[in-house]
């Protein structure tokens, strides 16, 4: 298997308010059909929004017999002023700011919020791994960042 991320699928309670959601905060659809609404995201991957039913039904599972999951999701940006602005533009979209951003034990500057289907979200500018031309982040700045 090849070290490759190509989606993530976040299950949500409902599509259009979810979707109206990422769009406020200037995430633009690539598409929705059957029920999906997918964003491209920079660096060749997808973010999807799809009904926590129809992420049941891919595994084979009731919604019932099906566990909803959390995970954190991370945002990096080009400096602190951004993600003060990132966590203003989330919480005037709905979201729920779990930590205000705060300088950090590494020597970074982030805060977090929840969106509306309880996903976590890390909104960071990290000074040791600037982002690449085109937004890309890697560890450490890695060869590869776009």
Avoid: C
């Avoid at 690539?30 to 926590?52: C, H, Q, R």
């Avoid at 203003?88 to 919020?113: L, M, R, T």
């Amino acid at each position: 298997m090849e070290q490759r991320l190509s989606g993530v699928v976040l299950g949500v309670d409902d599509l259009e308010r979810a979707k109206a959601f990422y769009t406020a905060l200037g995430w633009e659809p690539a598409s929705k059909e059957d029920g999906i609404v997918a964003f491209n995201i920079l660096g060749a991957m997808t973010v999807s929004l799809y009904p926590w039913k129809g992420v049941a039904e891919e595994f084979g599972l009731t919604l019932d017999e099906f566990t909803k999951t959390s995970a954190m999701l991370a945002h990096n940006v080009r400096s602190r002023d951004d993600v003060d602005s990132t966590l203003a533009q989330a919480k005037a979209a709905g979201a729920n700011i779990i930590k205000p951003a705060v300088e950090v034990f590494w020597g970074g500057y982030s805060g977090y919020f929840q969106d509306l289907d309880g996903h976590y979200w890390e909104v960071a500018h990290n000074p040791f791994s600037p982002l690449g031309p085109l937004g890309g982040f890697q560890w450490n700045g890695g060869e590869g960042a776009l």
